[in-house]
Each structure stands twice: as C-alpha cells, then as structure tokens.
T-cell receptor, first 116, second 115 residues
C-alpha cells in the first residue's frame, strides 16, 4: 500500500506571496492532519480534516487554512507569507475513527518551504 | 491539556551499547503514547505505540518502551545501538476525543552513535 505523499517536496517563495501544499493520504484513511516543524518551535499541530470537515485546529493565525476533498486528499494554504513561515510542513493520515485514542498517524516526507 | 517532556535534547552512545531516551507526559485522560523517529530530511516513522494494553511495548528495529502510569513516563530503550539509529526521536501523546485526533510532540532527542 502506498504511503502518504506530499507535493511539492521543496518550495521557495517571497514574503507576501501565498502557497498551496498538497497531501494524498494512505488509501482508506479519512483523516488528514497537518503539522509545522521549525528548529525553534519544534513540531506543532496545525489542523485536522475528517470527511471534508475541519475537526480540530491548533493555535495558528487565520493565514493558515486547509481543506479536504471527497477522495480524502487535502491541501493546505498559507497566505501573505512571512519569513517565520519557513518550515517543514508535514502531513499525516489515519483512519480517523477509533476508540480510546489509538488512531495511528502515518507521516509523509514533508514539504520544505523557504520564504525569502 | 496534554504535554510531553523529553528529558534529554541530545544523547550520545557508542555502537553496540544500550540506548535510553526518556519521556514524561501529562494528560487529563488515558492517553495513547507513541515514539516516532525522524532521519535527516525525512518524514516521521512510527517506532511503536501504547494504547492501554501491555505496558511493555515492542516496536520496530529492536526498540521497546515501558509505560509507567505512576511515574507518568514512557521511556524508549534499545539494548544495542546501531549506526543507523542516529536520528531524532520524538515522544508523542494523543488524546482522542469526540472532537478528533490531536498529537502533542516532545521537543525531540537527537541521538548520535559513535563507532
């Protein structure tokens, strides 16, 4: 079974621009979560989508948004880019429905975003 | 609210010697706990997970972790380090509620393996 794929793998943008990142989950997985990884802040949860609905959200400004399509693929958008948005953005997929929190998330390789 | 503390930001071991990575967690509910590994310029790979079954959990590549509720710890061990174990390791807690899935990560422990 194919793993989680993310495109593009690398991206360079300038301040003020916007960017869209894409994530294709493992077949059969209905939940997609996004994380930001930076040297200073570590790994931080952005949001989770399940059945095309945002089910959970982290503490990020409204410039960060996402959506999920009927085939469970997800996109993340960042508008008005700032230098501090430079990071590795990781997508993870999971079944999305479990008991007692045992849902396991499987991560993609990430998209490395550099903002100049 | 949940939180995770990895007690060592860096660990250096010699090849063939044991590895111990320490993790303490805080959770309002019965948590699920995970260890993930990240090799340079790669995504995160699941090593093992605890979900209220056996307290000693075995994972891939010879790693195992023990859940100790009284100490709120979930330390990761491997009896004999290999050069390929050089990577960053993350202890993760998950509290799944009706509102969905959310992972909280520790700060990571970078492992250096000396020949």
């Amino acid at each position: 079974k194919a793993g989680v794929t993310q495109t593009p793998r690398y991206l360079i943008k300038t301040r003020g621009q916007q960017v869209t990142l894409s994530c294709s989950p493992i077949s059969g997985h209905r939940s997609v979560s996004w994380y930001q990884q930076t040297p200073g802040q570590g790994l931080q949860f952005l949001f989770e989508y399940f059945s095309e609905t945002q089910r959970n959200k982290g503490n990020f400004p409204g410039r960060f948004s996402g959506r999920q399509f009927s085939n469970s693929r997800s996109e993340m958008n960042v508008s008005t880019l700032e230098l501090g948005d430079s990071a590795l953005y990781l997508c993870a997929s999971s079944l999305g429905e479990t008991v007692l929190g045992s849902d396991t998330q499987y991560f993609g390789p990430g998209t490395r975003l550099t903002v100049l | 609210a949940q939180s995770v503390t990895q007690l060592d930001s860096h660990v250096s071991v010699s090849e063939g010697t044991p590895v111990l990575l320490r993790c303490n967690y805080s959770s309002s509910y019965s948590p699920s706990l995970f260890w993930y590994v990240q090799h340079p310029n790669k995504g995160l790979q699941l090593l093992l997970k605890y979900t209220s079954a056996a307290t000693l959990v075995k994972g891939i590549n010879g790693f195992e972790a023990e859940f100790k509720k009284s100490e709120t710890s979930f330390h990761l061990t491997k009896p004999s380090a290999h050069m390929s174990d050089a990577a960053e390791y993350f202890c993760v807690v998950s509290e799944w509620k009706a509102a969905g899935n959310k992972l909280t990560f520790g700060g990571g422990t970078r492992v250096l393996v000396k020949p």
